[in-house]
């Protein structure tokens, strides 16, 4: 396999537009890192905030917790000032736009530009960087249901437990 195109690093700076919170259809996958963030963020419990802000979605091997989105498509978390909780927000928006298939190649991360205006734009950031985003997204997963469970019925201890 010949060397990735990003090995000597990739210049990308966020503006916080929030051009990648909304406007299209799209998942905000969950790891349980993200889930005890949030929770102690919105100072919730899981019952409550999976009521206002989350939804489930098939993944073939049972249903990944994710975001709930607007009518509109925006994220639950997309506010006029931006994400409501950005501090807090979940791994998987603070690796974007570092993630494999916009990495898969010049031409992918180019045609990202299209929705992310800062890419290709500021700091550059080496392979390393980039190799750890990607890592830190693989080993943090997604929090999963099986089908047959009722994660209404769920505390947090046992999710994050589990
Ligand atoms: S959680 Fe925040 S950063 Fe992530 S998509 Fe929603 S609004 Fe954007
Ligand atoms: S679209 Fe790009 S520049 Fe805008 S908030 Fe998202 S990551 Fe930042």
New binding site residues.
Partial sequence: MGEAFYADGLKFSCNRC?A???GEPGY?FLSKDDLLSLLSCLKLDFRSFFHEYCRLVDTGQGRALS?AEKPNYD????GKG?????ES??L??STYPFWPGVLESSRTWKSESSVCPGIDKGELRGRDYIEERIAQRKNAGTVLFDYGADPESLGADTILGS
């Fill in positions: 929030s990648c919170c909304g905000v975001l994220c639950i978390f997309l931006g994400c409501r909780v950005y927000r979940p998987q928006c």
